[in-house]
């Protein structure tokens, strides 16, 4: 599924909106949000109460706490956005069922592939299994990895979800210690999409 533009990624959702579960109707999509030229994609797991309210992602609780944190961590905003795993509410806040992550997995790498972005920060498991199956979060939160995705190399960043961290205080800090680091990934990755052997030593560095 290849689209020209996000806006054309957007209408195209909202008018098969009927294939989709949990969508009632077109406004029950949460899109993504921010510039189509990011360096950084952050990947939550679905939108909550008051997302579905206000149309947007990350701006209940959670999204307050990392909203917050990037805007400290010293990335431009311009360099983010922000996007979930299933796009639109699931009932009391459940966790996304398999065939809700698999009927919107299109859209997300179809927005991927529009966004490139240099770095992918997975927010929760949901997201971190779409790319690294076969780890925990708690094992491997602010480390890099460099993964070969249909046909392409990602740079994944695993972290906790922001609801985890208003949850424990251990995980709160983690939470914002792994956000510190990222502006200097950023930096580092833009200079290891130069060379493969450059990008081994910051894998190496980092793990
Ligand atoms: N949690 C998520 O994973 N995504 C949102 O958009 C809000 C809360």
Redesign the pocket.
């Known amino acids: 599924m290849t689209f020209t533009d996000l806006n054309e990624l957007k209408a195209d959702l909202e008018k098969n909106y009927q294939s989709f579960p949990l969508v009632e109707k077109p406004t029950d999509i ?1 899109h993504g949000e921010g510039n189509e030229e990011a360096s950084v994609m952050l990947i ?5 109460y008051y ?1 579905s309210i206000e149309r947007r ?2 701006v ?1 609780r ?2 307050q706490l990392l909203r917050r944190v990037i805007g400290e961590c010293g990335l431009p905003e311009e360099q983010v956005y922000i996007s ?1 795993i299933v796009k639109a509410r699931p009932p009391d806040n459940r966790d996304p069922l398999p065939e809700e992550i698999l009927a919107f997995k299109p859209y997300l790498d179809a927005e991927i592939n529009l966004i490139k972005p240099k770095l992918i920060v997975t ?2 498991r949901f997201s971190m299994d779409k790319f690294l199956p076969e780890v925990k979060v708690s094992e491997v939160h602010g480390r890099l990895f460099k993964i070969k995705w249909n046909e392409q190399t990602l740079f994944i960043l695993p972290m906790y ?1 922001p ?1 985890a961290a208003l949850r424990a205080t251990r995980v709160k800090e983690s939470f914002i210690r792994d956000f510190s680091k990222i502006a200097k990934i950023v930096e580092w990755v833009e200079k290891a999409s130069e060379g493969d052997e450059f990008a081994e030593t910051v894998k190496e560095a980092l793990i």
Do not use: D, R, T
């Not at 939550?44 to 909550?48: D, I, K, S």
């Open positions: 949460i939550g797991e679905a939108p909550g997302e992602p990350f209940g959670s999204g979930n927010l929760g979800h609801a």
